[in-house]
């Protein structure tokens, strides 16, 4: 079963910048996809990203649009999200995940906390 760590998280003015890790530990060239989600508190999980494995192509929430930019190294295994002008209606923890249509797979990480405050 691959394992997925996020890490890269933390406090961050406004307008600042973050990236974002996402490490698996076995091959992710079985999986169709990889996505970063994040969920605020009192709030539902919420797709910020995502990046197919193979092709590269990417789709974005609308509030990410034109400030985040995800990313992928298939040989190290790695998915990152660029976080620039951070806003602090961003503040939520982040979750990587990784898809596979067959045999299914639904794999999360255990989250990393994003907060943007002055």
């Known amino acids: 079963q691959v394992q997925l760590v996020e890490s890269g998280g933390g406090l961050v003015q406004p307008g600042g910048s973050l990236r974002l890790s996402c490490v698996a530990s076995g091959s992710i060239f079985t999986f169709q996809n990889m996505g970063w989600y994040r969920q605020a508190p009192g709030k539902q999980r919420e797709l910020v990203a995502s990046i197919a494995v193979t092709s590269g192509s990417t789709n974005y929430a609308d509030s990410a649009k034109d400030r985040f930019a995800i990313s992928r190294d298939n040989f190290k295994n790695t998915m990152y999200l660029q976080m620039n002008s951070l806003k602090p209606e961003d503040t939520a923890v982040y979750y990587c995940?990784?898809?596979?249509?067959?045999?299914?797979?639904?794999?999360w990480g255990q989250g990393t906390q994003v907060t943007v405050s002055s």
């Open positions: 995940n990784l898809k596979r249509n067959w045999p299914r797979a639904d794999l």
